[in-house]
């Protein structure tokens, strides 16, 4: 059974900082990784994904590896700003196709950025 | 472009209620569906998913249950809320391959 855990469970931090948030999953049969951003009481919002086949993704300010054999990914989030605060979510899919589509999800990282 | 949206947003119950929350997607044809729950201090859970109309598969025996009644309409039952019913409902879609889209949630509280 898949695991998916996310540390640190919160973090602060002032503003402009770059930080590193964690993921690992105790099974490296992976199709994908995606990264999400809830903000409270909201939706996810899709961030970055990244296939099994790729090391790493960005968009703008954010970059995000994956190391598949050994289980871990990092989400780099550079310049961080108080708009950044928000619950950050790691999500692993097993493969394509039928059964394969499930995300097993983190339980997410707090992050708040202060001004 | 693709919306998808979920009603009521919030919404309390009595222990013992019937439940029906709805899920629609606008924009796309034949998307995959999915219901998750996320409760307080743990992650999303995934409950059902459909990869088209009348085709659920669930993934948590529980005491809730879904439909597919027309192609972009998902909607999650119960007859008889438990307390441990209570938290926040996640409908999302996927045009059948990667990355999955949420919608705003609805919140349940079971008293």
């Known amino acids: 059974k898949q695991e998916v855990t996310q540390i640190p469970a919160a973090l602060s931090v002032p503003e402009g900082e770059n930080l590193v948030l964690n993921c690992s999953f105790t099974?490296?049969?992976?199709?994908?990784l995606q990264w999400f951003r809830q903000d409270p009481g909201k939706g996810l919002t899709s961030l970055l994904l990244?296939?099994?086949?790729?090391r790493e993704q960005t968009s703008g300010r954010l970059n995000a590896s994956l190391d598949k054999s050994s289980g871990r990914s990092t989400l780099y989030i550079a310049a961080s700003q108080p708009g950044d605060s928000a619950t950050y979510l790691c999500?692993?899919?097993?493969?394509?196709?039928?059964?394969?589509?499930?995300?097993?999800f983190g339980k997410g990282t707090l992050l708040t950025v202060n001004p | 472009s693709q919306t998808i949206h979920q009603w009521p947003a919030t919404l309390v119950q009595p222990v013992g209620s019937p439940l029906s929350l709805e899920c629609t997607v606008e924009?796309?044809?034949?998307?995959?569906l999915y219901w998750y729950r996320q409760a307080a201090g743990r992650g999303l859970q995934l409950l059902f998913y459909?990869?088209?109309?009348?085709?659920i598969s669930s993934e948590v025996p529980q005491n809730l249950s879904a439909s597919r009644p027309q192609d972009r309409q998902f909607i999650l039952s119960s007859k008889k809320l438990l307390l441990s019913d209570s938290g926040f409902y996640l409908c999302?879609?996927?045009?059948?391959?990667?990355?999955?889209?949420f919608g705003p949630g609805t919140r349940l509280t079971v008293l």
């Open positions: 999500a692993v899919r097993k493969g394509s196709g039928g059964s394969n589509y499930k995300l097993t």
């Open positions: 099974d490296s049969a992976i199709y994908n």
């Open positions: 990244i296939q099994s086949s790729q």
């Open positions: 924009g796309t044809s034949n998307p995959n």
């Open positions: 459909s990869v088209g109309i009348g085709q």
């Open positions: 999302a879609w996927s045009p059948g391959g990667d990355t999955q889209y």
